[in-house]
T-cell receptor, first 115, second 112 residues
Framework: NAGVTQTPKFQVLKTGQSMTLQCAQD?????MSWYRQDPGMGLRLIHY???????DQGEVPNGYNVSRSTTEDFPLRLLSAAPSQTSVYFC??????????????FGPGTRLTVT | EDQVTQSPEALRLQEGESSSLNCSYT??????LFWYRQDPGKGPEFLFT???AGEEKEKERLKATLTKKESFLHITAPKPEDSATYLC?????????????FGTGTRLLVSP
Protein backbone atom coordinates (compact mmCIF):
# COMPACT_ATOMS: atom_id res chain seq x y z
CA ASN A 1 0.00 0.00 0.00
CA ALA A 2 1.19 3.50 -0.85
CA GLY A 3 -0.85 4.98 2.02
CA VAL A 4 -1.63 8.68 1.58
CA THR A 5 0.03 10.38 -1.38
CA GLN A 6 0.16 14.09 -2.15
CA THR A 7 1.24 16.02 -5.22
CA PRO A 8 3.03 18.27 -5.84
CA LYS A 9 5.69 18.23 -3.12
CA PHE A 10 6.60 21.88 -3.70
CA GLN A 11 4.76 24.72 -5.44
CA VAL A 12 5.32 28.44 -5.93
CA LEU A 13 2.35 30.59 -6.96
CA LYS A 14 1.86 34.25 -7.67
CA THR A 15 -0.88 36.13 -5.84
CA GLY A 16 -4.22 35.56 -7.57
CA GLN A 17 -3.29 32.30 -9.27
CA SER A 18 -5.35 29.18 -8.66
CA MET A 19 -4.23 25.60 -8.23
CA THR A 20 -5.30 22.20 -6.95
CA LEU A 21 -3.39 20.15 -4.40
CA GLN A 22 -3.93 16.46 -4.99
CA CYS A 23 -4.45 13.82 -2.30
CA ALA A 24 -5.12 10.12 -2.73
CA GLN A 25 -5.30 7.14 -0.36
CA ASP A 26 -5.45 3.42 -1.05
CA UNK A 27 -6.60 2.21 2.38
CA UNK A 28 -10.35 2.46 1.66
CA UNK A 29 -10.71 5.07 4.41
CA UNK A 30 -13.99 6.93 4.55
CA UNK A 31 -12.62 9.98 6.36
CA MET A 32 -10.22 12.39 4.68
CA SER A 33 -9.05 15.81 5.76
CA TRP A 34 -6.78 18.71 4.90
CA TYR A 35 -4.60 20.57 7.41
CA ARG A 36 -2.20 23.44 7.16
CA GLN A 37 0.90 23.74 9.33
CA ASP A 38 2.46 27.11 10.06
CA PRO A 39 5.46 27.92 12.29
CA GLY A 40 4.48 28.33 15.92
CA MET A 41 0.97 27.03 15.34
CA GLY A 42 -0.47 23.56 15.56
CA LEU A 43 -1.88 21.76 12.57
CA ARG A 44 -5.21 23.41 11.71
CA LEU A 45 -8.09 21.68 9.98
CA ILE A 46 -9.19 23.27 6.69
CA HIS A 47 -11.86 20.91 5.33
CA TYR A 48 -12.84 17.32 5.89
CA UNK A 49 -15.00 14.61 4.33
CA UNK A 50 -16.71 11.59 5.88
CA UNK A 51 -17.37 9.92 2.54
CA UNK A 52 -17.85 10.44 -1.18
CA UNK A 53 -20.13 13.38 -1.83
CA UNK A 54 -19.93 14.67 1.78
CA UNK A 55 -17.65 17.53 2.82
CA ASP A 56 -17.62 20.06 5.64
CA GLN A 57 -15.59 23.02 6.85
CA GLY A 58 -12.93 22.88 9.48
CA GLU A 59 -11.32 25.65 11.50
CA VAL A 60 -9.78 27.68 8.63
CA PRO A 61 -11.80 27.07 5.42
CA ASN A 62 -11.73 30.54 3.83
CA GLY A 63 -10.01 30.64 0.43
CA TYR A 64 -10.17 26.86 -0.07
CA ASN A 65 -12.64 24.55 -1.80
CA VAL A 66 -12.92 20.78 -1.70
CA SER A 67 -14.97 18.04 -3.31
CA ARG A 68 -15.05 14.27 -2.87
CA SER A 69 -16.27 12.34 -5.88
CA THR A 70 -14.51 9.07 -5.00
CA THR A 71 -13.43 7.35 -1.80
CA GLU A 72 -9.78 7.53 -2.86
CA ASP A 73 -9.34 11.20 -3.83
CA PHE A 74 -9.78 14.47 -1.95
CA PRO A 75 -8.35 17.47 -3.84
CA LEU A 76 -7.94 20.91 -2.26
CA ARG A 77 -8.44 23.94 -4.50
CA LEU A 78 -7.03 27.38 -3.92
CA LEU A 79 -9.27 29.74 -5.87
CA SER A 80 -7.15 32.90 -5.76
CA ALA A 81 -3.90 32.41 -3.90
CA ALA A 82 -2.83 34.95 -1.27
CA PRO A 83 0.50 35.29 0.60
CA SER A 84 -1.35 34.28 3.80
CA GLN A 85 -1.83 30.84 2.25
CA THR A 86 1.93 30.20 2.25
CA SER A 87 2.14 27.08 4.38
CA VAL A 88 2.73 23.34 4.42
CA TYR A 89 -0.41 21.40 3.59
CA PHE A 90 -1.09 17.89 4.83
CA CYS A 91 -3.77 15.48 3.76
CA UNK A 92 -4.86 12.73 6.16
CA UNK A 93 -7.23 9.78 6.15
CA UNK A 94 -8.75 7.34 8.63
CA UNK A 95 -11.61 5.00 9.28
CA UNK A 96 -14.64 6.84 10.56
CA UNK A 97 -16.99 6.19 13.43
CA UNK A 98 -19.28 8.32 15.52
CA UNK A 99 -18.39 6.33 18.58
CA UNK A 100 -14.63 5.82 18.42
CA UNK A 101 -11.45 7.74 17.84
CA UNK A 102 -9.38 6.39 14.97
CA UNK A 103 -5.85 7.47 14.22
CA UNK A 104 -5.34 9.55 11.09
CA UNK A 105 -2.63 8.70 8.56
CA PHE A 106 -0.88 11.68 7.04
CA GLY A 107 0.63 12.25 3.63
CA PRO A 108 4.13 13.68 3.08
CA GLY A 109 2.88 17.26 2.62
CA THR A 110 2.92 20.00 -0.03
CA ARG A 111 5.04 23.06 0.67
CA LEU A 112 3.31 26.06 -0.94
CA THR A 113 4.78 29.53 -1.32
CA VAL A 114 2.65 32.42 -2.57
CA THR A 115 4.57 35.51 -3.71
CA GLU B 1 -12.98 26.03 23.15
CA ASP B 2 -10.65 23.04 23.03
CA GLN B 3 -7.06 23.81 23.90
CA VAL B 4 -3.89 21.76 23.73
CA THR B 5 -0.62 23.05 25.21
CA GLN B 6 2.65 21.18 24.90
CA SER B 7 5.77 21.75 26.95
CA PRO B 8 8.61 22.26 26.71
CA GLU B 9 8.79 23.79 23.23
CA ALA B 10 12.22 22.27 22.75
CA LEU B 11 14.23 19.69 24.67
CA ARG B 12 17.83 18.70 24.28
CA LEU B 13 18.94 15.37 25.80
CA GLN B 14 22.10 13.33 25.84
CA GLU B 15 21.80 9.79 24.55
CA GLY B 16 20.50 7.63 27.42
CA GLU B 17 19.11 10.59 29.39
CA SER B 18 15.44 9.84 30.10
CA SER B 19 12.82 12.60 30.22
CA SER B 20 9.14 13.39 29.70
CA LEU B 21 7.13 15.59 27.38
CA ASN B 22 3.89 17.15 28.58
CA CYS B 23 0.56 17.72 26.82
CA SER B 24 -2.10 19.64 28.77
CA TYR B 25 -5.58 19.72 27.33
CA THR B 26 -8.98 21.27 27.89
CA UNK B 27 -12.02 19.60 26.36
CA UNK B 28 -15.57 19.18 27.57
CA UNK B 29 -15.44 15.45 26.89
CA UNK B 30 -12.46 13.51 25.58
CA UNK B 31 -12.99 10.96 22.83
CA UNK B 32 -9.29 10.32 22.34
CA LEU B 33 -5.80 11.79 22.75
CA PHE B 34 -3.23 11.09 20.07
CA TRP B 35 0.56 11.29 19.97
CA TYR B 36 2.35 11.72 16.67
CA ARG B 37 6.01 11.96 15.69
CA GLN B 38 7.04 14.33 12.89
CA ASP B 39 10.44 14.31 11.22
CA PRO B 40 11.64 17.42 9.32
CA GLY B 41 10.00 17.72 5.91
CA LYS B 42 7.63 14.80 6.51
CA GLY B 43 4.06 14.23 7.61
CA PRO B 44 3.12 13.27 11.17
CA GLU B 45 3.47 9.58 11.99
CA PHE B 46 0.99 8.00 14.40
CA LEU B 47 2.35 6.71 17.71
CA PHE B 48 -0.45 6.19 20.26
CA THR B 49 -4.12 6.72 21.05
CA UNK B 50 -5.25 7.05 24.69
CA UNK B 51 -8.93 7.03 25.57
CA UNK B 52 -9.37 7.34 29.32
CA ALA B 53 -7.55 8.51 32.44
CA GLY B 54 -5.15 5.94 33.81
CA GLU B 55 -4.45 4.36 30.44
CA GLU B 56 -0.84 3.70 29.41
CA LYS B 57 0.69 2.53 26.13
CA GLU B 58 4.27 1.62 25.24
CA LYS B 59 6.29 1.30 22.09
CA GLU B 60 10.03 0.65 22.26
CA ARG B 61 11.54 3.53 24.30
CA LEU B 62 8.28 5.51 24.41
CA LYS B 63 5.49 5.31 26.97
CA ALA B 64 2.38 7.49 26.90
CA THR B 65 0.17 8.08 29.93
CA LEU B 66 -3.10 9.95 30.41
CA THR B 67 -4.80 11.80 33.25
CA LYS B 68 -7.98 13.88 33.18
CA LYS B 69 -6.02 17.05 32.34
CA GLU B 70 -2.76 15.99 30.73
CA SER B 71 -0.76 13.36 28.97
CA PHE B 72 2.92 12.55 29.26
CA LEU B 73 5.21 10.99 26.71
CA HIS B 74 8.06 9.36 28.61
CA ILE B 75 11.24 8.65 26.68
CA THR B 76 13.51 6.10 28.32
CA ALA B 77 17.20 5.96 27.38
CA PRO B 78 16.69 7.90 24.13
CA LYS B 79 18.83 7.44 21.05
CA PRO B 80 19.71 10.04 18.40
CA GLU B 81 17.11 8.51 16.07
CA ASP B 82 14.42 9.59 18.53
CA SER B 83 15.13 13.20 17.54
CA ALA B 84 11.92 14.62 16.05
CA THR B 85 8.99 16.88 16.87
CA TYR B 86 6.35 15.16 18.97
CA LEU B 87 2.77 16.33 18.47
CA CYS B 88 -0.21 15.86 20.75
CA UNK B 89 -3.82 16.13 19.55
CA UNK B 90 -7.24 15.70 21.13
CA UNK B 91 -10.58 14.72 19.72
CA UNK B 92 -13.60 15.98 21.60
CA UNK B 93 -16.59 13.75 22.00
CA UNK B 94 -19.23 16.21 20.80
CA UNK B 95 -17.63 17.99 17.84
CA UNK B 96 -18.29 15.58 15.02
CA UNK B 97 -16.12 13.19 13.14
CA UNK B 98 -12.40 13.13 13.85
CA UNK B 99 -11.91 16.88 14.38
CA UNK B 100 -8.48 16.93 15.93
CA UNK B 101 -7.06 19.91 17.81
CA PHE B 102 -3.26 19.85 17.78
CA GLY B 103 -0.68 21.35 20.08
CA THR B 104 2.36 23.14 18.67
CA GLY B 105 4.69 20.26 19.46
CA THR B 106 7.91 19.60 21.37
CA ARG B 107 11.14 19.53 19.34
CA LEU B 108 13.37 16.83 20.77
CA LEU B 109 17.07 16.65 19.97
CA VAL B 110 19.06 13.69 21.28
CA SER B 111 22.83 14.07 21.05
CA PRO B 112 25.20 11.06 20.94
Amino acid sequence: NAGVTQTPKFQVLKTGQSMTLQCAQDMNHEYMSWYRQDPGMGLRLIHYSVGAGITDQGEVPNGYNVSRSTTEDFPLRLLSAAPSQTSVYFCASSYTSQGGAYEQYFGPGTRLTVT
Amino acid sequence: EDQVTQSPEALRLQEGESSSLNCSYTVSGLRGLFWYRQDPGKGPEFLFTLYSAGEEKEKERLKATLTKKESFLHITAPKPEDSATYLCAVEERNTGFQKLVFGTGTRLLVSP
